[in-house]
């Protein structure tokens, strides 16, 4: 072929846009997707690409972007509490599957030494695909899928080792080229104390400029840079940016910098995904059908049976094993890795790494199927029968019940007087300055344009129950609601209004709770007049409350009248007849104590 | 608000329209200049009906004499006063284990109400005598270990002449002289 780079990606791109709707519509997931057009385009389909190499290796960043966006949602102390499924179940993890797994090679007749690296290789699970299947199904606050996330986590660090193990194992001497592993210790120490003030004052002097792109850039050059650091200290540059993402997780502009990531990720990631597709050896699986498929076979077998026993031992409970071993059943694509080095090293000759590698993409490919299975037959079966079981769901302040919409004057008072309660809101607001000065104090904050359906998802909308619409703009407040109605019907909202005009709009949207800003406090005000002036304090509230309750009254009542009429005037003027309108009908409302009582009524 | 360090009688008075009120404020007025008696006005001080329980706890706890005042509405108290003895009477402090600080403290209910004191019997028109009526705030002092003085009533409240007013206005007066062994005349 003699096109180049950029045809590629033409190419890429067209086949999924092609094949990703198609096989989301049949049901079978983009993942599938993503792997057959990479199948078909690759050396062995078509033969359409003209450099796998370099598109695998910009592909890889898809899975950092993934990696780094797992690590803004953990905050580090959640982190810290998975510790135990972490170098627990991990540990045993690897050692029990690449134990069984090299047995079986070594049954098979491989050398002993081989037969690990074999082992080690099919123990690994695909961080790509059940990272991102983690995600799409918010399984990460589960305890399966925080144990599956862990058990990836671990295998992403158990990495390191074996591969500078591999020489030894190959009976090579060692050449002294890798960074030592106490300089790698050091540096991401280093990065977890400095990281994390460095990064927030560049973030917030970036973000000071209010020029959007230049933040993007900012948040690539983030995770980009991390990544490029790990690499040349020979740690899995996933690892790395995950590293980025959790030092990050605690701060302000975490959502802004998820939401633009997130695309740049899901290119990326399908562009992985056509990768590992194009590895697939096509002529190797059609010479030899019946091995491979007795390797993949075996494989997913001890890897489910292992993974559900692990699931057992460590509690985790009977509705959520099954999803918990197959997420994690696919060998990964640090497999391809280790297989290409054994090859190289001559523990394995190329015949057999492409028998291997072939049933490594085909495991891969397995995922999506079993998914597909679980979904259709078990998950209903399980759920029948695992009513009583109580929900293994981990407690964690990730989905905020209340989201606050602007932290003005209005939001501010309403975050306070909850969070004096216990309960800490996820705010939104677009001011860096005041959001830092806030922060000191304890609040949740989070910067970004609340009009912003990604922002709104992104800080939780989906699950949180009430949403304060506190923005004093007018028009934006309304778009909010536009947005937070049309896409998430479950949400009450509690909205400030600026005027009665304003008022109106949101009656018109059925706004159950709106309350002009002003409104509260002027009455109280005008109480405090009254009683100046001599009235009783009782006497005063309660004219203060009936001057309330009839202005309310009031409005209802002019909003039926008024939606005819403001077509036709002006809005300056439909203000001051709304004023005038209630300047009459306020005279009603004198002061008036009750009537007292009958002292002789009829015997 | 504070504390005041020389008074012995605590006057709680709870009517939501004192001013309008002829028989409370002659009440009021009758004993306000009593040394060592602080008016305690309900309604004024929670217009908006939130109780400041602790100050009001503090308050009670440094009087020996508690007075309530109040017109009688419905057969029972307002609902202010009746807000207060929620709020306030807590377990554990007024009543309960432990609840000893109202333990031994004089209590007088004094009341204006509107219907003649004959209504107030089998045969009236009310059909029950005041002592029924009168059972939710006897029993509440009894709980409370506090001891109970006779209620002072004025019956024909909203009818009264002046002179009947004042009159019931010294009535109350010498009867805290005579609860309290003359300190407060
Ligand atoms: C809402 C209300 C309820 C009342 N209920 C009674 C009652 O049940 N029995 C009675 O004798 N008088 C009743 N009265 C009359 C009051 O007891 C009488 O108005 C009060 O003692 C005198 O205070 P005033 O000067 O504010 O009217 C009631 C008065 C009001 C305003």
Redesign the interface.
């Known amino acids: 072929m003699s096109h180049g780079f950029l045809t590629d990606i033409v190419l890429l791109l067209a086949a999924g846009v092609l094949f990703v709707p198609m096989f989301k519509r049949i049901g079978l997931g983009s993942v599938l997707g993503y792997l057959v057009a990479g199948v078909l385009l690759g050396p062995w389909g078509f033969g359409l690409i003209a450099e796998p190499e370099r598109m695998a290796h910009v592909s890889e960043l898809g899975v950092v972007f993934l990696l780094f966006i797992i690590g803004l949602e953990l905050e580090p102390k959640r982190l810290w509490a998975w510790r135990m499924p972490i170098f627990g179940m991990g540990t045993l993890q690897v050692l029990i599957v690449s134990g069984l797994v090299a047995i079986c090679a070594r049954l098979f007749g491989l050398p002993w030494n081989a037969a690990i690296v074999v082992g080690v290789a099919a123990a690994t699970s695909s961080t790509a695909i059940a990272t991102q299947i983690l995600r799409e199904r918010n399984l990460l606050n589960t305890k399966g899928g925080s144990s599956a996330f862990s058990i990836l986590l671990f295998q992403d660090i158990a990495v390191l080792p074996v591969l500078a193990l591999l020489p030894h194992l190959a009976g090579q001497a060692a050449e002294k080229k890798g960074v030592s592993p106490w300089i790698i210790l050091l540096v991401i120490a280093g990065i977890m104390l400095a990281g994390r003030i460095v990064l927030r004052h560049a973030l917030r002097i970036v973000a000071g400029a209010h020029l959007r792109e230049v933040f993007t850039a900012m948040s690539l050059l983030v995770v980009v840079g991390m990544a490029a650091l790990m690499e040349e200290l020979g740690v899995s540059m996933a690892l790395g940016a995950f590293v980025a993402g959790v030092l990050l997780a605690t701060s302000e502009y975490r959502h802004a910098i998820e939401m633009d990531i997130e695309p740049f990720k899901g290119i990326l990631l399908g562009l992985f995904f056509v990768t590992v597709g194009m590895a697939v050896d096509l002529t190797t699986i059609a010479h030899q059908p019946g091995t491979v498929a007795g390797i993949v076979a075996s494989l997913l077998l001890i890897k489910l049976v292992v993974h559900f026993a692990l699931a057992r031992a460590f509690n985790i409970s009977l509705k959520e094993r099954p999803l918990f071993a197959i997420l994690i059943s696919q060998v990964g694509e640090f497999a391809f890795v280790l297989l290409g080095s054994a090859q190289v090293m001559k523990m394995i000759d190329p015949e057999q790494t492409a028998l291997l590698s072939a049933s490594v993409a085909l495991s891969m490919a397995s995922t999506p199927l079993l998914l597909l299975f679980y979904d259709r037959w078990l998950a209903p079966k399980l759920a029948a029968m695992t009513i009583k079981q109580p929900e293994g769901a981990e407690v964690h302040n990730d989905h905020p019940e209340v989201l606050i919409a602007g932290f003005g004057r209005v939001g501010q008072i309403i975050g306070r007087m909850l969070y004096a309660n216990g309960i800490t809101a996820t705010v939104l607001d677009h001011d860096p300055d005041q959001i830092e000065l806030l922060r000191r104090f304890g609040f949740k904050i989070y910067y970004g344009d609340a009009t912003r359906l990604d922002l709104l998802e992104a800080a939780g909308a989906a699950t949180a129950k009430v949403l304060v619409v506190a923005v004093d703009d007018q028009e934006d407040s309304l778009e909010i609601i536009d947005l937070a109605q049309q896409h998430f019907p479950h949400l009450q909202l509690v909205s400030r209004a600026r005027n009665v005009g304003h008022v109106y709009e949101l009656i018109d949207r059925d706004i159950t709770f709106w309350e002009r800003e002003t409104f509260e406090s002027s009455l109280r005000m005008s109480?405090e007049v009254l009683k100046t002036i001599g009235w009783?304090?009782?006497?005063?509230?309660r004219a203060s409350n009936k001057f309330r309750e009839h202005n309310i009254r009031m409005i209802y009542n002019l909003h039926a009248v008024r939606n005819d009429e403001t077509k036709l005037t002006s809005a300056a003027r439909q203000a001051r007849v709304d004023l005038e309108n209630m300047f009459n009908g306020e005279r009603e409302t004198l002061k008036s104590?009750p009537d007292?009582?009958d002292?002789q009524?009829e015997? | 608000m504070k504390i005041p360090d020389d008074s012995s009688v605590l006057f709680l008075i709870a009517h939501?329209?004192?001013?309008?009120s002829r028989s409370n404020r002659a009440v009021v007025e009758a004993v306000a200049d009593l040394p060592g008696l602080t008016v305690h006005p309900l309604?004024?001080?929670y217009?908006?009906f939130h109780i400041d329980t602790r100050f009001e706890r503090d308050l009670l706890a440094a009087h020996d004499t508690i007075v309530v005042q109040h017109p009688f509405?419905w057969y029972a108290m307002p609902s202010?006063m009746r807000h207060w003895v929620s709020e306030v009477l807590q377990p554990g402090w007024a009543y309960g284990p432990g609840g000893d600080k109202l333990k031994d403290k004089n209590f007088l209910v004094s009341m204006t109400v509107?219907?003649?004191e004959d209504s107030y019997s089998a045969q009236g028109?009310n059909r029950f005598p005041m002592e029924t009526f009168l059972a939710p705030w006897n029993q509440t002092a009894h709980l409370c270990q506090m001891k109970w003085h006779e209620p002072v009533i004025l019956y024909?409240s909203?009818?009264a002449q002046e002179d009947q007013l004042r009159e019931h206005g010294q009535r109350v007066r010498q009867k805290l002289a005579q609860m309290t062994g003359g300190s407060a005349q």
């Open positions: 109480t009783e304090p009782y006497s005063a509230v104590n007292g009582w002292v009524p015997p | 939501p329209y004192l001013q309008d309604y004024d001080l217009p908006y509405y202010l509107g219907g003649p028109y024909n909203i009818v």
